[in-house]
């Protein structure tokens, strides 16, 4: 199956600082997707990009598909203590079959 | 809001044992999936259903599985013969339609733990 390989794996942060996360593949996607999950429950999506360039802001989130379409980065500013939990990204290749990244467990320090 | 359900939320079974994960996705949805999240590790894709056919499967979803729409609401993931290896989290999704801009919704998951 394609690998997507995100980094870092685990980030611990002081609340209110931003966070840089990406995501990387050697395959060329048509579609980037970041879910975040939180423990015990489904992932959901936060954001999707469509075209290779797209910025797109979802409140405090902001993700890029990157130029190449086999990378994108999820930042989030002024982070709070419920932006805990595993954030995926997941790209579209063809049709609906999506794949998930390895995940980017944050933790956000009161 | 509308939300996919999954029952149960958490299975035990015996190796070689079937079982039927069930899944109510969202009313006006066509499309319906499963995923697996083994612990710890990342969602790995199974299957897409429409128009009550599997319209892509991956690598993993071989012949003990089966996916079927028994009536106008439920989706169920049938593993015939359970391995110690299906322990697992499984979570259903849906969306409206099939296309990349389709947001797929998941549901809570169900877990899987064979003994």
């Known amino acids: 199956g394609q690998q997507l390989n995100q980094s870092p794996q685990s980030m611990f942060i002081q609340e209110g600082e931003d966070v840089s996360m990406n995501c990387t593949s050697s395959?060329?996607?048509?579609?980037w997707l970041w879910y975040k999950q939180d423990p015990g429950e489904g992932p959901v999506l936060l954001i999707a990009?469509?075209?290779?360039?797209e910025l797109t802001s979802n409140g405090r989130l902001t993700a890029q598909f990157g130029i190449t379409r086999k990378d994108s980065f999820l930042n989030i500013s002024a982070s709070i203590p419920s932006d805990v939990g595993i954030y995926f990204c997941?790209?579209?290749?063809?049709?609906?079959?999506?794949?998930f990244g390895t995940g980017t467990s944050l933790t956000v320090i009161p | 809001e509308p939300e996919v359900t999954q029952t149960p939320s958490h299975q035990v079974t015996q190796m070689g044992q079937e079982v039927i994960l069930r899944c109510v996705p969202i009313?006006?949805?066509?499309?319906f999936y499963w995923y697996r999240q083994i612990l710890g590790q990342k969602v790995e894709f199974l299957v897409s259903?429409?128009?009550?056919?599997?319209?892509?499967k991956s690598e993993i979803f071989d012949d003990q599985f089966s996916v079927e729409r028994p009536d106008g609401s439920n989706f169920t993931l049938k593993i015939r013969s359970t391995k110690l290896e299906d322990s697992a989290m499984y979570f259903c999704?849906?969306?409206?339609?099939?296309?990349?801009?389709?947001?797929?919704?998941f549901g809570p998951g169900t877990r899987l733990t064979v003994l």
């Open positions: 009313s006006n949805h066509l499309y």
């Open positions: 395959s060329i996607f048509n579609t």
């Open positions: 259903f429409y128009n009550n056919e599997i319209s892509e």
């Open positions: 990009l469509y075209k290779a360039g």
């Open positions: 997941a790209g579209q290749l063809w049709g609906n079959q999506f794949y």
């Open positions: 999704a849906s969306s409206e339609g099939g296309g990349p801009a389709d947001t797929q919704y």
